[in-house]
């Protein structure tokens, strides 16, 4: 059975930054597509970014664009969330999501969302303080 679990997440003042770690045991994610999730209270889930490390491809819900960068770790397992001049909008949990099976045609991250994941997390707190 394959997890994956999340890491990382803690209180910050707003502007700084924080890295999310996801960890995937029972298979690595150098062929998975990978994508963080976020959900304020109160609100729905949010799809913050997708990595597909295969292919390369990548994208970003607007509101963290030119902020949030998601790369891969040296290990085959792991993906991180690297999140910078944080705002407390961006306050939440964070849940690693992952699927393995790939889109029939257009890159990896083209028809990533909340209906195609196979294994979530079980998220981790970020509190941005003002």
């Known amino acids: 059975e394959v997890h994956v679990v999340e890491s990382g997440g803690g209180v910050v003042q707003a502007g700084g930054s924080l890295r999310l770690s996801c960890a995937a045991s029972?298979?690595?994610?150098?062929?998975?597509?990978v994508g963080w999730f976020r959900q304020a209270p109160g609100k729905n889930y949010e799809m913050v970014s997708c990595?597909?490390?295969?292919?390369?491809?990548?994208s970003s819900a607007g509101s963290v664009q030119g902020r949030f960068t998601m790369a891969s770790g040296d290990a085959k397992n792991l993906v991180y969330l690297q999140m910078n001049n944080l705002r407390p909008e961006d306050s939440g949990f964070y849940y690693c999501?992952?699927?393995?099976?790939?889109?029939?045609?257009?890159?990896?991250?083209?028809?990533?969302?909340?209906?195609?994941?196979?294994?979530w997390g079980k998220g981790t707190l970020v509190t941005v303080s003002s």
């Open positions: 999501a992952a699927r393995w099976q790939w889109p029939l045609w257009g890159t990896l991250c083209d028809d990533f969302g909340y209906y195609s994941v196979e294994s």
């Open positions: 029972g298979a690595t994610l150098d062929e998975a597509i």
């Open positions: 990595f597909g490390r295969a292919d390369g491809s990548t």
